[in-house]
C-alpha cells in the first residue's frame, strides 16, 4: 500500500487535490501500521483480533451448512448434528466442496486501522467518522462486523467486571432494512456466544443482540407480546388452521445458526405447530430442534426483542431505527442502554446506509445525536462512530452536521478517482448506466417513451439472437419509483397511452403482425 502511494505522490505533479488526498492516503497508512502493531504488543487485543476471525468464520460456516439450500426446515427434517465441537471447526473442510473464505484487503486494512480506537483510550482517532465507502454487495457489512466482534471479546479480556450492557449501537434508517440486516448480526453474534461458551476468561454473562424498534413491528411491552403469544397458540392448536401460514409477531422466523423455523412441527405426524417462544416474565426465544446449540434445555437464543426485556437486560449489541432514539426523551428506563449499573458505557456507534440520512429526516437526527453521543461519553470514555454507504455526496459536510466530527472515508483515492489501491472500476463491464435528460417533458412522459423504446427494442435482441435463452436477461423490465402515488398514476398510463406508442413503433418498423403484437396486448395483465 506504501509503495502505491509513493507511485500515486509522484504521479501528482504538484496538483492540490491530489496532494491533499495522498496525505489522506498516508494517514490511513500510518493506522493500519499502528493497529499492526497494537497486535504484536497487546495481548488482550491479539486474543480479541483472533476470536473475531473465528467468530467471522463459524458465522461463514453455519450459514455455508444451513441456509443456502431452504428457507428454513421443520424440525422432523434433521436428526444429525446441526453444529461441530468447538475444535473441529479448525480442521473440518467447509461446507458444500467450497473453499475456505478469505478477507478482501479493504475488510482486513479497514479492521486493522480501528483498532487503535478501542485499544488505546486517548487515542485521537476515535473523534473521527470513519465512512466505510464501497459498492453494495462488496462486503462492507461483514467489515463493521468483524470490529464489533473485537470489540466485544476486547472489552471482556480487558475489563472482565465491566464488560455487561450496551457495547455496541447499530441503526438503520429503514425498517425492512433493518429486520434483514438484523438476521445478519444474529448470525455472528450467535457465533460469538458459541465462542464464549468455550473460552474461560469471556466472563459469565452472554454475548447478545436486542432489536429495538416500533410497536407496529416487535410488541414494544411484555403485556402486548404475552397478547400476540397467546393469539398466536390459539391459532397454532387449532388443528383447522395451517401453521405454514402463521405470522410470527416477534420478527423471527428461523433461528440465526441452524435455520430451523421457529413455527414447526416436532414430529412430521404432528397435526399442531408449536413454536420457539416463551413467556414468563419475560420473552424468552429459543430453536425448537434439540440438536441446536440454542434450544430451550441449553439456554435458548440470547436475543432480546421486547422494549421491556431490553431495558431490564441491555444487550450486548443494540440494533435499530434512528426513529427509536425518540423513547430516551419518553422512557426513563431507557438509560439503562447507555450505563447498565457499573458496565462500561457503549463504546460504537454503527451508522449503515449514511446517504439516507439527509433532508429533514438527517436534521431530526442530528438533534438527537447530541443527546445520545453525551449519554455514551464520561470522563474516561467517549465513543467511535463508524458509517457505511455505496453512494457518496458532500458527506463531509453531512458528518460534520450530524455528529460534529470529522470525516476520514476509506478507502481513499489519490489522483485518481477510480483506483484507491483498495478497489478499481473497470473499464469493461456487462452493466451499463445510461442517464436520460429530458427537456421540458415530465417524469410520466419521459417513462412512457423511454419504456416503449426498450420494450420494442427487446424484439430486435429476440429476432437477432441465437440463443434465446439469452433474451430473458433483456425481457423484464424493472423501474424504480419513489411513491405509491407515482406508480398508481404510471400504471394508468400503460393501457391508455403505452400500448398505443408501442403499436405504432411496430406497425412503423412492420413488426406489428402474429405473435409480435403479444408485446404489447399483455402490458395490461402484468
Same mark, same amino acid.
Given at each position: 500500500?506504501?509503495?502505491?502511494?509513493?507511485?500515486?505522490?509522484?504521479?501528482?505533479? @504538484?496538483?492540490?487535490?491530489?496532494?491533499?488526498?495522498?496525505?489522506?492516503?498516508?494517514?490511513?497508512?500510518?493506522?493500519?501500521?499502528?493497529?499492526?502493531?497494537?497486535?504484536?504488543?497487546?495481548?488482550?487485543?491479539?486474543?480479541?483480533?483472533?476470536?473475531?476471525?473465528?467468530?467471522?468464520?463459524?458465522?461463514?460456516?453455519?450459514?455455508?451448512?444451513?441456509?443456502?439450500?431452504?428457507?428454513?426446515?421443520?424440525?422432523?427434517?434433521?436428526?444429525?448434528?446441526?453444529?461441530?465441537?468447538?475444535?473441529?471447526?479448525?480442521?473440518?473442510?467447509?461446507?458444500?466442496?467450497?473453499?475456505?473464505?478469505?478477507?478482501? #484487503?479493504?475488510?482486513?486494512?479497514?479492521?486493522?486501522?480501528?483498532?487503535?480506537?478501542?485499544?488505546?483510550?486517548?487515542?485521537?482517532?476515535?473523534?473521527?467518522?470513519?465512512?466505510?465507502?464501497?459498492?453494495?454487495?462488496?462486503?462492507?457489512?461483514?467489515?463493521?462486523?468483524?470490529?464489533?466482534?473485537?470489540?466485544?471479546?476486547?472489552?471482556?479480556?480487558?475489563?472482565?467486571?465491566?464488560?455487561?450492557?450496551?457495547?455496541?449501537?447499530?441503526?438503520?434508517?429503514?425498517?425492512?432494512?433493518?429486520?434483514?440486516?438484523?438476521?445478519?448480526?444474529?448470525?455472528?453474534?450467535?457465533?460469538?456466544?458459541?465462542?464464549?461458551?468455550?473460552?474461560?476468561?469471556?466472563?459469565?454473562?452472554?454475548?447478545?443482540?436486542?432489536?429495538?424498534?416500533?410497536?407496529?413491528?416487535?410488541?414494544?411491552?411484555?403485556?402486548?407480546?404475552?397478547?400476540?403469544?397467546?393469539? &398466536?397458540?390459539?391459532?397454532?392448536?387449532?388443528?383447522?388452521?395451517? @401453521?405454514?401460514?402463521?405470522?410470527? #409477531?416477534?420478527?423471527?422466523?428461523?433461528?440465526?445458526?441452524?435455520?430451523?423455523?421457529?413455527?414447526?412441527?416436532?414430529?412430521?405426524?404432528?397435526?399442531?405447530?408449536?413454536?420457539?417462544?416463551?413467556?414468563?416474565?419475560? &420473552?424468552?426465544?429459543?430453536? /425448537?430442534? #434439540?440438536?441446536?446449540?440454542?434450544?430451550?434445555?441449553?439456554?435458548?437464543?440470547?436475543?432480546?426483542?421486547?422494549?421491556?426485556?431490553?431495558?431490564?437486560?441491555?444487550?450486548?449489541?443494540?440494533?435499530?431505527?434512528?426513529?427509536?432514539?425518540?423513547?430516551?426523551?419518553?422512557?426513563?428506563?431507557?438509560?439503562?442502554?447507555?450505563?447498565?449499573?457499573?458496565?462500561?458505557?457503549?463504546?460504537?456507534?454503527?451508522?449503515?446506509?449514511?446517504?439516507?440520512?439527509?433532508? #429533514?429526516?438527517?436534521?431530526?437526527? @442530528?438533534?438527537?445525536?447530541?443527546?445520545?453521543?453525551?449519554?455514551?461519553?464520561?470522563?474516561?470514555?467517549?465513543?467511535?462512530?463508524?458509517?457505511?454507504?455505496?453512494?457518496?455526496?458532500?458527506?463531509?459536510?453531512?458528518?460534520?452536521? &450530524?455528529?460534529?466530527?470529522?470525516?476520514?472515508?476509506?478507502?481513499?483515492?489519490?489522483?485518481?478517482?477510480?483506483?484507491?489501491?483498495?478497489?478499481?472500476?473497470?473499464?469493461?463491464?456487462?452493466?451499463?448506466?445510461?442517464?436520460?435528460?429530458?427537456?421540458?417533458?415530465?417524469?410520466?412522459?419521459?417513462?412512457?417513451?423511454? /419504456?416503449?423504446?426498450?420494450?420494442?427494442?427487446?424484439?430486435?435482441?429476440?429476432?437477432?439472437?441465437?440463443?434465446?435463452?439469452?433474451?430473458?436477461?433483456?425481457?423484464?423490465?424493472?423501474?424504480?419509483?419513489?411513491?405509491?402515488?407515482?406508480?398508481?398514476?404510471?400504471?394508468?398510463?400503460?393501457?391508455?397511452?403505452?400500448?398505443?406508442?408501442?403499436?405504432?413503433?411496430?406497425?412503423?418498423?412492420?413488426?406489428?403482425?402474429?405473435?409480435?403484437?403479444?408485446?404489447?396486448?399483455?402490458?395490461?395483465?402484468?
Amino acid at each position: 500500500y506504501l509503495s502505491w502511494i509513493n507511485d500515486e505522490s509522484r504521479n501528482s505533479n @504538484g496538483n492540490e487535490y491530489g496532494e491533499k488526498n495522498i496525505l489522506k492516503c498516508k494517514e490511513i497508512h500510518r493506522r493500519i501500521e499502528k493497529g499492526i502493531q497494537l497486535l504484536s504488543q497487546n495481548e488482550n487485543a491479539f486474543k480479541a483480533f483472533q476470536l473475531a476471525n473465528t467468530a467471522i468464520y463459524i458465522q461463514m460456516f453455519q450459514s455455508e451448512w444451513h441456509f443456502n439450500k431452504k428457507d428454513g426446515y421443520e424440525v422432523f427434517e434433521r436428526n444429525g448434528n446441526l453444529q461441530l465441537n468447538y475444535n473441529d471447526y479448525a480442521t473440518a473442510p467447509f461446507p458444500n466442496g467450497k473453499g475456505e473464505p478469505s478477507w478482501r #484487503p479493504f475488510q482486513l486494512a479497514f479492521i486493522l486501522q480501528c483498532i487503535p480506537s478501542f485499544v488505546e483510550a486517548n487515542n485521537t482517532d476515535k473523534d473521527l467518522v470513519d465512512l466505510l465507502y464501497f459498492p453494495t454487495g462488496g462486503g462492507k457489512t461483514e467489515a463493521y462486523l468483524a470490529v464489533s466482534a473485537f470489540l466485544i471479546f476486547w472489552r471482556r479480556f480487558s475489563f472482565p467486571t465491566q464488560y455487561d450492557g450496551v457495547n455496541i449501537i447499530i441503526r438503520y434508517t429503514l425498517r425492512l432494512l433493518s429486520a434483514q440486516q438484523f438476521e445478519r448480526a444474529t448470525k455472528l453474534i450467535l457465533a460469538c456466544e458459541f465462542i464464549r461458551q468455550h473460552q474461560k476468561d469471556l466472563g459469565s454473562e452472554k454475548i447478545s443482540i436486542g432489536f429495538w424498534i416500533g410497536n407496529a413491528t416487535i410488541p414494544n411491552s411484555i403485556e402486548r407480546a404475552k397478547q400476540k403469544h397467546t393469539k &398466536l397458540l390459539e391459532k397454532l392448536n387449532d388443528r383447522r388452521f395451517d @401453521g405454514k401460514k402463521a405470522i410470527n #409477531p416477534f420478527q423471527l422466523t428461523n433461528c440465526q445458526w441452524c435455520n430451523s423455523k421457529i413455527i414447526s412441527r416436532i414430529n412430521q405426524a404432528d397435526t399442531t405447530y408449536s413454536v420457539g417462544h416463551r413467556i414468563n416474565n419475560y &420473552l424468552q426465544s429459543h430453536c /425448537l430442534n #434439540p440438536k441446536c446449540n440454542y434450544n430451550e434445555t441449553k439456554g435458548g437464543l440470547p436475543i432480546v426483542l421486547v422494549d421491556d426485556d431490553i431495558y431490564h437486560r441491555p444487550p450486548t449489541v443494540l440494533f435499530g431505527t434512528v426513529d427509536k432514539f425518540a423513547a430516551l426523551a419518553w422512557k426513563g428506563e431507557a438509560t439503562t442502554l447507555f450505563n447498565y449499573r457499573e458496565n462500561r458505557k457503549p463504546e460504537l456507534i454503527i451508522q449503515d446506509e449514511l446517504h439516507l440520512l439527509n433532508g #429533514p429526516l438527517g436534521s431530526l437526527v @442530528g438533534l438527537f445525536e447530541n443527546v445520545i453521543l453525551s449519554l455514551c461519553s464520561n470522563e474516561n470514555q467517549r465513543p467511535k462512530i463508524i458509517a457505511s454507504t455505496a453512494t457518496v455526496k458532500n458527506v463531509a459536510e453531512q458528518i460534520k452536521g &450530524l455528529y460534529g466530527r470529522e470525516a476520514r472515508i476509506f478507502p481513499q483515492y489519490a489522483t485518481n478517482s477510480d483506483d484507491t489501491f483498495f478497489s478499481k472500476t473497470l473499464e469493461e463491464s456487462k452493466r451499463k448506466y445510461i442517464g436520460i435528460l429530458p427537456t421540458g417533458k415530465t417524469t410520466v412522459m419521459t417513462n412512457l417513451q423511454l /419504456l416503449s423504446a426498450l420494450l420494442y427494442a427487446r424484439l430486435e435482441i429476440w429476432e437477432q439472437s441465437a440463443d434465446k435463452k439469452d433474451d430473458d436477461q433483456f425481457w423484464t423490465l424493472l423501474s424504480y419509483f419513489k411513491s405509491l402515488k407515482e406508480i398508481g398514476r404510471f400504471s394508468n398510463k400503460i393501457s391508455s397511452e403505452l400500448k398505443p406508442i408501442i403499436q405504432q413503433l411496430q406497425v412503423r418498423q412492420l413488426k406489428n403482425q402474429g405473435d409480435l403484437t403479444y408485446n404489447y396486448w399483455k402490458l395490461s395483465y402484468r
